[in-house]
């Protein structure tokens, strides 16, 4: 194994995937390096890929990887289970693999439209836009959807709608439901330019460890200990206190709104006890783009339309 630490489940994949070749194992990679091939970039500890065999033929499967080393465990799903089986592969440094297979819905020839991506100077293969958009919108869960939208808003081929509706259909009603949302939403966004962060352009949030307080006129308008720190490019820090944590019977939503092509539509209020001065005081991004999705349902203030931002205070 090409593995010395762990954090390394991307090469532990490139292992694995070498022993499906040699069983002449078809194979597609999904999950969070699925959608980063996709947009939504996010770090996860383990790699997940789908087979093209049946739940039997993966007891033979795990002796082959036991030969080569892996610590393996093979569980069923029971008849509610959306996945036919898990067969979870690890090596020294708890890097790990999880291979799929028997799931619901799933359309078979999704391996014949895999894509192939470069990882380390070798070939991978990942499912096609289409397949992963509907397998997440399937699975339901709110970063599955937002790793839906997001997919859908960068896709830099066209995107196939009539496949992708169709595979939606395999899933269920619930599925096409949510595919008819994710594409609404991505038709009243794809009018204007949408960028993602990257080296030219970092985004980084991260928990304030700190108390933050806001006040306008000596009145306290915002009081959080769960306050986010959002850092990007060369611009100044902001801090997003969640909405919870502010009294928002002291502010007034205004018809002003901006776009970021990083995070999405802005919208504002104003805070009416700081008169003209706090005309629009305050931002949120309240559907914003999968890249900065943690600050949903926060808002920030304008350090110079308020009396104090305090950070720390006891």
């Given at each position: 194994?090409?593995?010395?630490?762990?954090?390394?489940?991307?090469?532990?994949?490139?292992?694995?995937?070498?022993?499906?070749g040699?069983?002449?194992?078809?194979?597609?990679?999904?999950?969070?390096?699925?959608?980063?091939?996709?947009?939504?970039?996010?770090?996860?500890?383990?790699?997940?890929?789908?087979?093209?065999?049946?739940?039997?033929?993966?007891?033979?499967?795990?002796?082959?990887?036991?030969?080569?080393?892996?610590?393996?465990?093979?569980?069923?799903?029971?008849?509610?289970?959306?996945?036919?089986?898990?067969?979870?592969?690890?090596?020294?440094?708890?890097?790990?693999?999880?291979?799929?297979?028997g799931?619901?819905?799933?359309?078979?020839?999704?391996?014949?439209r895999?894509?192939?991506?470069?990882?380390?100077?070798?070939?991978?293969?990942?499912?096609?836009?289409?397949?992963?958009v509907?397998?997440?919108?399937?699975?339901?869960?709110?970063?599955?959807?937002?790793?839906?939208?997001?997919?859908?808003?960068?896709?830099?081929?066209?995107?196939?709608?009539?496949l992708?509706?169709?595979?939606?259909?395999?899933?269920?009603?619930?599925?096409?439901?949510?595919?008819?949302?994710?594409?609404?939403?991505?038709?009243?966004?794809?009018?204007?330019?949408?960028?993602?962060?990257?080296?030219?352009?970092?985004?980084?949030?991260?928990?304030?460890?700190d108390?933050?307080?806001?006040?306008?006129?000596?009145?306290?308008?915002?009081?959080?200990?769960?306050?986010?720190?959002?850092?990007?490019?060369?611009?100044?820090?902001?801090?997003?206190?969640?909405?919870?944590?502010?009294?928002?019977?002291?502010?007034?939503?205004?018809?002003?709104?901006?776009?970021c092509?990083?995070?999405?539509?802005?919208?504002?209020?104003?805070?009416?006890?700081?008169?003209?001065?706090?005309?629009?005081?305050?931002?949120?991004?309240?559907?914003?783009?999968?890249?900065?999705?943690?600050?949903?349902?926060?808002?920030?203030?304008?350090?110079?339309?308020?009396?104090?931002?305090?950070?720390?205070?006891?």
């Open positions: 194994m090409r593995t010395s630490a762990s954090g390394e489940s991307t090469l532990l994949l490139l292992d694995v995937v070498q022993i499906l040699k069983e002449k194992v078809d194979y597609a990679v999904v999950g969070a390096m699925a959608a980063s091939v996709y947009g939504a970039i996010r770090a996860s500890r383990d790699a997940d890929a789908l087979l093209s065999i049946g739940v039997p033929a993966l007891s033979g499967l795990e002796q082959s990887f036991r030969r080569a080393g892996f610590r393996t465990e093979l569980r069923s799903g029971d008849f509610e289970d959306p996945i036919g089986a898990v067969l979870t592969l690890q090596d020294g440094f708890d890097n790990q693999v999880d291979l799929l297979v799931i619901r819905g799933f359309d078979a020839e999704a391996f014949s895999s894509v192939e991506v470069a990882f380390d100077g070798e070939p991978l293969k990942f499912v096609s836009l289409e397949d992963f509907a397998m997440k919108l399937f699975a339901g869960g709110p970063q599955d959807i937002a790793d839906a939208k997001i997919a859908l808003e960068v896709a830099l081929e066209p995107v196939d709608l009539n992708l509706r169709k595979l939606a259909a395999r899933y269920g009603a619930q599925t096409v439901r949510s595919l008819e949302n994710v594409l609404g939403h991505a038709r009243k966004t794809n009018s204007k330019p949408i960028k993602l962060p990257g080296p030219d352009h970092p985004i980084a949030i991260s928990p304030t460890q108390r933050v307080t806001v006040t306008v006129q000596g009145k306290r308008v915002a009081d959080t200990r769960e306050a986010l720190t959002l850092k990007e490019a060369a611009y100044p820090p902001v801090l997003y206190i969640p909405r919870k944590d502010v009294d928002m019977t002291q502010l007034q939503r205004t018809s002003h709104q901006t776009y092509p990083y995070k999405g539509e802005c919208s504002y209020y104003s805070i009416p006890a700081g008169a003209e001065r706090s005309v629009n005081a305050v931002w949120t991004y309240e559907t914003p783009y999968a890249a900065v999705v943690e600050i949903k349902d926060y808002l920030a203030f304008y350090p110079d339309r308020v009396d104090t931002i305090e950070v720390g205070a006891a």
